[in-house]
């Protein structure tokens, strides 16, 4: 079955720390995208890809590091530099003007 | 930037009732996109509007987008307990393939 895939489902950490969220989909689809949900918030982009080895940032970039070497993974890396990191964080891919089909999320917490 | 304004933000109704969700932007949209939450999952995809007037019918949920194109509604009709949570609409911002979300409206049904 063709899908998006989040890991992992629950994360931890720790004050200072690095963490990297991970989204494969075997979809074919070009466009991915990180969006972080705040609860009242909606969903606010963080990252954006549109093709292979290119990205831009969203709304709410600052903390936040990607990268696109492979068609099928858009892994999202948390840095130390994004303060308030706890969030539920959601990947997506897209066709062209397509609908989006989002992961299961990641739900994050600095403990 | 381009944002949907999308009321109310909450919603209790017994089952039965019907409900319904609106959003409205200050500038015509090239067309707009509805998503369901379900509590604890990720958004899904449900449909995408795009022409003037356009009204589209998913079994007691119908999708309207305005004349002008610059609002839409999404009414259920006689909600089961099944229609609970969050309804989000989306339009595509600029010429790019990201999607803006409004805040969504989180419906609890009593059964």
């Known amino acids: 079955d063709g899908g998006i895939t ?17 989204c494969e989909q075997n979809l074919n689809h070009d466009a991915m995208y990180w969006y972080r949900q705040d609860p ?3 969903l606010r982009l963080i990252y954006y890809s549109q093709i292979v080895n290119d990205f831009q940032k969203g709304d709410i970039a600052e903390g936040y590091s990607v990268s696109r070497e492979k068609k099928e993974s858009f892994p999202l890396t948390v840095t130390s530099a ?17 609908s989006y089909t989002f992961g299961s999320g990641t739900r994050l917490t600095v403990v | 930037g381009q944002q949907v304004m999308q009321i109310p933000q909450y919603q209790h109704v017994q089952e039965g ?3 319904t969700t609106y959003c409205n932007s200050s500038t015509t949209l090239s067309n707009i996109q509805w998503y369901k939450q379900r509590p604890g999952g990720h958004p899904v995809f449900l449909i995408q509007l795009v022409k003037s ?5 998913q079994k007691r949920l119908t999708f309207q987008f305005g004349e002008a194109k610059k609002n839409s509604s999404l009414h259920i009709t006689a909600t089961q ?4 949570g969050t309804y989000f609409c989306a339009e595509t911002q600029g010429g790019s393939e ?11 049904v009593n059964p």
């Open chain 2, 53 to 57: 007037g356009e009204v589209k019918k």
């Open chain 2, 81 to 84: 307990t099944t229609d609970v």
């Open chain 1, 82 to 98: 994004q303060k308030n990191p706890t969030a539920f964080y959601l990947c997506a891919s897209s066709i062209v003007a397509g």
């Open chain 1, 6 to 22: 989040q890991s992992p489902k629950y994360l931890f950490r720790k004050e200072g720390q690095n963490v990297t969220l991970s």
């Open chain 2, 98 to 108: 990201k999607l803006v979300f409004g805040k969504g409206t989180k419906l609890t």
């Open chain 2, 17 to 19: 009732e019907d409900f």
């Open chain 1, 40 to 42: 009242g918030q909606g």
